[in-house]
């Protein structure tokens, strides 16, 4: 594409799905517009890409092609020069207060559109004592965490009915997976250990979620365990 047409169509990335579910179903202009209530010559614009489409034009659309909104959005990718990177000063920093205590500074670090399920992030431990320290309920990503500066390093985790303690120093890792309740603390008050927590999904991406929501969560958990007969005796 030349950069004259790319200007003018600047979003073609939208018009491309429409035009793809338009096409699957084999309506015209015409019949898509009387049913929409979109005007042809809008719909058109949108499909070369002329406009942005609205959201409320989203949906009629998606309502009217038999799919979600999210079909017709283009996928975001927010590399430059094919990478995406992240500098300490502008990274988000923030508090996080548990029963009145500040348990943990959090650095986001980098993230990008285009890897949804992988959420890195850097944490200050500034509780020192075991009995301040708020667990969390665990969390559906995965957790691969490295302490990366002071310690030792206290981790706290739940499993089997009861709370596990384990003290990690500087360079060493450890990884749970989803929904494993655990939290943090620094047991020297003099050396606030650091670490890095990446949480990241494997194979149930928001496609797989999308479905398991459309069975339910008492259907969801028969893929799991399902000991019963299929049909009643
Ligand atoms: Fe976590």
């Known amino acids: 594409?030349?950069?004259?047409?790319?200007?003018?169509?600047?979003?073609?990335?939208?018009?491309?799905?429409?035009?793809a579910w338009r096409?699957?179903?084999?309506?015209?202009f015409a019949m898509v517009a009387k049913t929409t209530g979109i005007a042809e010559a809008r719909l058109r614009s949108l499909e070369k890409g002329e406009a942005k489409p609205e959201w409320r034009e989203l949906e009629l659309l998606a309502k009217y092609f038999y799919v979600s909104v999210r079909d017709l959005l283009p996928f975001d990718n927010d590399l430059e020069r094919g990478?995406?990177?992240?500098?300490?000063?502008?990274?988000?920093?923030?508090?996080q207060d548990r029963a009145g205590r500040t348990q943990y500074t959090y650095w986001n670090r980098c993230m990008s559109q285009a890897l949804p399920n992988f959420k890195p992030v850097e944490l200050l431990l500034h509780l020192h004592r075991r009995e301040d320290v708020v667990m969390n309920r665990?969390?559906?990503?995965?957790?691969?965490?490295?302490?990366?500066?002071?310690?030792?390093?206290?981790?706290?985790?739940?499993?089997?009915g009861k709370v596990h303690e384990e003290i990690f120093t500087e360079g060493d890792s450890w990884l749970i997976p989803g929904f494993v309740p655990?939290?943090?603390?620094?047991?020297?008050?003099?050396?606030?250990?650091?670490?890095?927590?990446?949480?990241?999904?494997?194979?149930?991406?928001?496609?797989?979620?999308?479905?398991?929501?459309?069975?339910?969560?008492?259907?969801?958990?028969?893929?799991?365990?399902?000991?019963?007969?299929?049909?009643?005796?």
């Open 23 to 28: 096409n699957e179903v084999k309506h015209t």
């Open 83 to 95: 990478i995406k990177i992240m500098r300490h000063k502008d990274a988000c920093k923030f508090d």
């Open 138 to 160: 665990g969390h559906f990503f995965h957790q691969y965490t490295q302490v990366l500066h002071g310690g030792p390093v206290a981790y706290l985790w739940e499993f089997g």
């Open 182 to 233: 655990h939290a943090f603390y620094s047991p020297e008050p003099k050396n606030l250990g650091r670490i890095l927590a990446i949480t990241f999904g494997q194979n149930i991406g928001s496609d797989t979620r999308q479905e398991l929501s459309l069975l339910g969560p008492d259907n969801a958990a028969r893929i799991v365990q399902d000991d019963k007969e299929y049909y009643h005796k």
């Open 1 to 19: 594409m030349s950069d004259t047409t790319a200007a003018q169509t600047p979003y073609l990335e939208y018009g491309r799905l429409i035009h």
